[in-house]
Structures are given as structure tokens and as C-alpha cells.
T-cell receptor, first 114, second 111 residues
């Protein structure tokens, strides 16, 4: 099986712009979670989707949003980018998506805001 | 909400020695505790996990122990090898597929 695929791998954006990141889960996985990784804050949970519904949300401002499609692929969007949004954005998929099932991570998208 | 504390932040051991990383959590409802290894420039990968109905789990040179009463869990790596050098993260679940991570431990194995 192919692993979790994230595109693009690298992005450079200007402050104030918006960005969309994509995540394709492992085939058959219906849960997709998103995390932000920075040297200072570590790995922080953004949100999780299961069967196109957001089940859980972290403590990030409303500029961070996401969605999931019927084929379980997910996107996250960050609007009005700030310098502090520079980070590695990781998505993870799991099956069947319960509270105690293994999460498989993608390689991440490295976002740099200048 | 859940809070996970991880210690130490850096750990250096001689090849062949053991390494221990400790984590504490705050939410008594947490019932799943995975450990991830992240090598430089790579994705986090699960190395071992434990559920709250078990006190200890072992997989070759890696073991995890869980003390639910004290709300702490630990990773033990024996007979360390250079390829064990990486950043290790503990985590605890908070609801469906939400993981709260510790700050990470940078483990260096000295030959």
C-alpha cells in the first residue's frame, strides 16, 4: 500500500497570502488528522476529519481550516498568513479511526512565510 | 485539556547502553500512549504503543511501561545502536484521533 502522501513538499508564501495543503491517506483509511510542527511548540494538533466530518479541533485561530472529501483526501487552508505560521505541517491517517488506533504520518509540507 | 510532559529534552548514551525517556500526562481519560521516532528530515514513525489495559509491552530492544495511577509512561531502549539516534516523541490521546505530544527527546548514541 502507498503511504500517506502530502503535497506540495515545500512552499514559500508571502505574509497575508493564503495557502492550501493536500493530504492523501492510506487507501481505506477514513480518518485524517493534521498537526503543526515547530521547533518551539513541537507537534500540535490542528483538527481531525472522519467521513467528511470534523470530529476534533485544536486550539488554533479560525484562519486555519480544513475539509475532507468523499474519497477521504483532505485539505487544510491557512488564510492571511503570518510569519509565525512557518512550520512543517504533517497529516496522519488511521484505520478504523478510533481513539486508540495507530496514526500513520505523511512526510509533511514545509511552509515558509516571508 | 491534556498536557504531556516529556523528559529529558536531550539524552546522550554510549553505544550498547540503555536509554530511558519518561512522560507524564494529565487527562485520566487518556487510554492510548504511542511513541514516535523522527529522524532528521523524515516523518514521525510509530515504534511502540501501549493501551491503558496493559502495564508493559516489549518489542525486541524497545519496551514501554505505563503506570495509570501515577499517570506516567516510559520508553526503554536497550543495547542502543547508532541508528537509534533520533528525536523521540511520546503522546497521549484525547478523544478520537487527537494526540497530544510531549516536547520530544533528542537521543544521541555515541560510538
Amino acid at each position: 500500500k502507498a503511504g500517506v502522501t502530502q503535497t506540495p513538499r515545500y512552499l514559500i508564501k508571502t505574509r497575508g497570502q493564503q495557502v492550501t495543503l493536500s493530504c492523501s491517506p492510506i487507501s481505506g483509511h477514513r480518518s485524517v488528522s493534521w498537526y503543526q510542527q515547530t521547533p518551539g511548540q513541537g507537534l500540535q494538533f490542528l483538527f481531525e476529519y472522519f467521513s467528511e466530518t470534523q470530529r476534533n479541533k485544536g486550539n488554533f485561530p479560525g484562519r486555519f481550516s480544513g475539509r475532507q472529501f468523499s474519497n477521504s483526501r483532505s485539505e487544510m487552508n491557512v488564510s492571511t498568513l503570518e510569519l509565525g505560521d512557518s512550520a512543517l505541517y504533517l497529516c496522519a491517517s488511521s484505520f478504523p479511526g478510533g481513539a486508540d488506533t495507530e496514526a500513520f504520518f505523511g512526510q509533511g509540507t514545509r511552509l515558509t512565510v516571508v | 485539556g491534556e498536557n504531556v510532559e516529556q523528559h529529558p529534552s536531550t539524552l546522550s548514551v554510549q553505544e550498547g547502553d540503555s536509554a530511558v525517556i519518561k512522560c507524564t500526562y494529565s487527562d485520566s481519560a487518556s487510554n492510548y500512549f504511542p511513541w514516535y521516532k523522527q529522524e532528521l528530515g523524515k516523518r514521525p514513525q510509530l515504534i511502540i504503543d501501549i493501551r491503558s489495559n496493559v502495564g508493559e509491552k516489549k518489542d525486541q530492544r524497545i519496551a514501554v511501561t505505563l503506570n495509570k495511577t501515577a499517570k506516567h509512561f516510559s520508553l526503554h531502549i536497550t543495547e542502543t545502536q547508532p541508528e537509534d539516534s533520533a528525536v523521540y516523541f511520546c503522546a497521549a490521546n484525547q478523544g478520537a484521533q487527537k494526540l497530544v505530544f510531549g516536547q520530544g527527546t533528542r537521543l544521541t548514541i555515541n560510538p
